[in-house]
């Protein structure tokens, strides 16, 4: 901020969370204001669903819903359940082995950034960066020019630079057991 003065009054603050981000200046001073991190999105579904909700409390909501419904109905027919006769008293039936271990897939996912095509052409944070890299610079950039210059900046190097070893060691003393 000190080498950007212009941009002083486009700081704001979360009305949810309270996390200081930067905004639009022409968003410059309001106080109703949420993060792109995520409080922004809940708020829009919570409000949604609020209207939702208001709406089908009406006569003609009511109407429409029993109406969607019906059509609903109409198209699914409800499966017919088996007889519950031969189960046990736990709910497995004689045949099927109980098995109370699940399988589970566990994916580990060490920290650092990649950068892959699709998760950075869909991102949501992708016009947030935009705007701040508009707002420092000065000048106005698509998506896809700061998705382009992200990848220049984020570009991984290949192993082939320093030996294996150095880099699990060096990743090591970053993040200690």
Known sequence: MQSHPRLQGCIAYCAHCEIRFLTHPRNAGRQDLRCPFGCRQHHRRRRSSQRSAAYYQTAVGRRKKKRLNARRQGS???PIA???S???PHGASPSEPTNDALPLTIELRLPGVVLDESSLARSPMLPYVR???GLIEGVEFTCGEVAHLLRQAMRQ???GARRRIDYIL???DRHPP
């Open 131 to 133: 705007m701040i890299v």
């Open 82 to 84: 088996p007889p519950q």
């Open 157 to 159: 190097h290949s192993f």
């Open 76 to 78: 699914q027919v409800p």
């Open 170 to 172: 060096d990743f090591l």
């Open 86 to 88: 031969n189960l046990d």
